[in-house]
């Protein structure tokens, strides 16, 4: 097993190009091809849960390329694969829609809360219904004649990500809210296979269910806004001026502000694909919550809070999504962050003195936290369970260093 070996506190230099956030596949009945794919655990792992149910794929990692073939043998998404990335639940709305039926497993690797809300199945939205039955979730539906209903919440934030796809297909219109950018991306997507979908960048997009089909093109995955939010957040903590390459600003509106709210200085281009951040002198104490797009977005909290510790005053911020995203705290506590959680609000006394301490990663946003911290640290802080991190950043700790910092890492 892997671990991080931090050496702090540091400054970066230089520019730093983001990677393209990947994007669970839909199955059509022609290949779909992907350009810019990143080298993420994730995108293996969903190359592996395709491939167990027979789907054929061809992922050119030197040339960031990936097709996808449409054969399913098996629409059975195992725990074994869906076990090791929140995203695997995804896969129920394009298994539902191409095969009418569909056995999915709940989610695992992050110990945030609950895994997911399922689809109801009692109103004949989608005219799909299913059960929990161990570690497996079936769910049957009707490809051809799946009804849209309306509205048909998503609950918040993060949940529900198969909805768009499934509600393409359909018959009818659907309302699907509590939207995120990842549906944004979806959206996008299914537009180029033909879908009609309004609202899409709003909290609320209104599908009407027609026939869709692979796209012409092939697919470039868009920039992933948490990657610039962290990137961003590693400037400020280490107060180096940093220019980001790749950004799309326009989907991070309520990050943006609450960096400039900080003290953090940002120069945004006239197209949103360029960041420039200068760093303040100062970090002033911040009040926040987290919230569906385009509120901000619980994925950039743990980021936040590490930040907080060195603003000067006590700042605040309410975890609205999953009730169990806190357990980076306690790591932040060994470095000396003066946090204190109730209920789901943690408050945090600055300014801090980070020093350096052997901490344990628990999910993936919290791994980003720890290293971004690491970074103020003054020693050396050792970070394990990083395969956490392999899972949403493509090598980070080489991207690290080559801004200059010292990070090295080690096999257990």
């Not at 962290?230 to 400037?235: F, K, V």
């Not at 005053?313 to 169990?324: K, W």
Request: proline share 6%.
């Amino acid at each position: 097993m892997d671990k991080l070996i931090v050496k702090g506190p540091t400054q970066l230099r230089r520019a730093a190009r983001l990677q393209e956030s990947p994007l669970l596949i839909p199955l059509f009945d022609e290949p779909v091809h992907y350009e810019n794919v990143p080298r993420l655990w994730d995108v293996e792992t969903t190359l592996r849960l395709l491939g167990s149910m027979g789907v054929r794929t061809e992922w050119d990692k030197d040339a960031e390329r990936v097709t996808i073939y449409p054969n399913v043998n098996d629409p059975t998404a195992s725990y074994e694969w869906v076990s090791k990335m929140r995203a695997g639940i995804l896969a129920l709305g394009p298994l539902i829609a191409r095969c009418g039926k569909a056995k999915v497993s709940l989610p695992g690797v992050c110990d945030r809360g609950t895994p997911c809300e399922l689809p109801p199945d009692g109103d004949g939205k989608f005219r799909g219904h299913g059960e929990c039955r161990g570690r497996l979730h079936p769910c049957l539906g009707q490809r051809s004649t799946t009804r849209g209903g309306d509205p048909f919440s998503g609950g918040q934030c993060h949940r529900y990500g198969e909805c768009p796809f499934c509600s393409g297909r359909s018959r009818g219109t659907t309302r699907i809210c509590g939207t995120r950018t990842g549906n944004l991306a979806t959206g996008e997507f299914l537009q180029a296979c033909g879908a009609r979908i309004e609202g899409l960048g709003t909290s609320e997009i209104v599908v009407e269910g027609t026939t869709l089909h692979a796209p012409a093109e092939p697919v470039r995955i868009r920039p992933d806004r948490i990657e610039c939010g962290t990137w961003i957040t590693a400037a400020a903590i280490t107060k180096s001026p940093l220019v980001l390459e790749n950004c799309r600003a326009e989907e991070m509106t309520a990050v943006l502000s609450a960096f400039r709210d900080m003290g953090v200085g940002l120069e945004v281009s006239e197209d949103g694909s360029t960041i420039a951040v200068h760093p303040g002198e100062k970090l002033y104490p911040l009040k926040i919550q987290t919230a569906p797009y385009p509120g901000f977005p619980t994925d950039m909290q743990a980021q936040f809070l590490a930040l907080m510790c060195l603003a000067e005053g006590t700042s605040q911020i309410a975890e609205n999504i999953f009730e169990n995203r806190f357990m980076h705290v306690a790591e932040l506590r060994r470095l000396g962050a003066k946090i204190r959680v109730r209920q789901n609000t943690a408050t945090v006394q600055g300014p801090c003195r980070f020093k350096a301490a052997p901490l344990m990663a628990t999910d993936l946003r919290a791994s980003a936290s720890l290293v971004l911290a690491a970074l103020a640290a003054e020693g050396e802080t050792t970070v394990r369970r990083i395969y956490h991190l392999d899972r949403g950043y493509a090598r980070l700790d080489q991207s690290l260093r080559e801004l200059g910092a010292d990070v090295r890492r080690e096999t257990e």
